[in-house]
């Protein structure tokens, strides 16, 4: 009575015409590769908790125990998890800060060159784009530098997802390669 009737029809199970998120073949297939066009990507992956699950999903599918992955120090809590979960290791990046704002910022292209120097065994860089606070990195020549070592660039683009839409703001992290 509390509820009324609206709550139980919009309670939908997993009946066929509804597809099934873990084998799409139906609209579920059918909105995932309107999702990549619309998003510029060769395919795209519905999933259920959050950011943080596609983040989690993305280190396990390139890191092993003990693989390197470079990460910057103002990552989200979620991608120490991805690497507890992986057992990977961390080379951490300082991100440049602003004294007066008390505000971390983004990682830069030399700092990622110089560490890929000195751990040229890495799986991995990751990236937050755009950070919390909305600063966006320069992450086109990150992902320069990245592929020179034909490793992937995982980009932590929570904040991002409607970059693709409007050419004034900021590119986004598959339009930068
Ligand atoms: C930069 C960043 N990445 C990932 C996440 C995780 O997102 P979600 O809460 O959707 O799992 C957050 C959440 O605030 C975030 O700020």
Known sequence: ELLGNQLFKADLPELPELDNLFNPEGVIAEAQNLAAEAFGAEQTWFLVNGSTAGIIAAILAICGTGDKILVPRNV?????????????????????????????YSITPEIVAQTL??????????MVYPT?????????????????????LIVD???????????DLPVSALKAG
């Open 117 to 126: 120097q000195q751990h040229p065994d890495a799986k991995a860089v990751l």
């Open 132 to 152: 919390y606070q909305g600063i966006c990195g320069n992450i086109t020549e990150i992902a320069k530098i990245t592929h020179q070592y034909h490793i992937p």
């Open 76 to 104: 989200h809590q979620s991608v120490i998890s991805g690497l507890i979960l992986s057992g990977a290791i961390a080379i951490f990046l300082q991100p440049e800060y602003n004294i007066n704002w008390d505000l971390a």
């Open 157 to 167: 683009e929570a904040h991002g997802a409607h970059f693709n839409f409007h050419p």
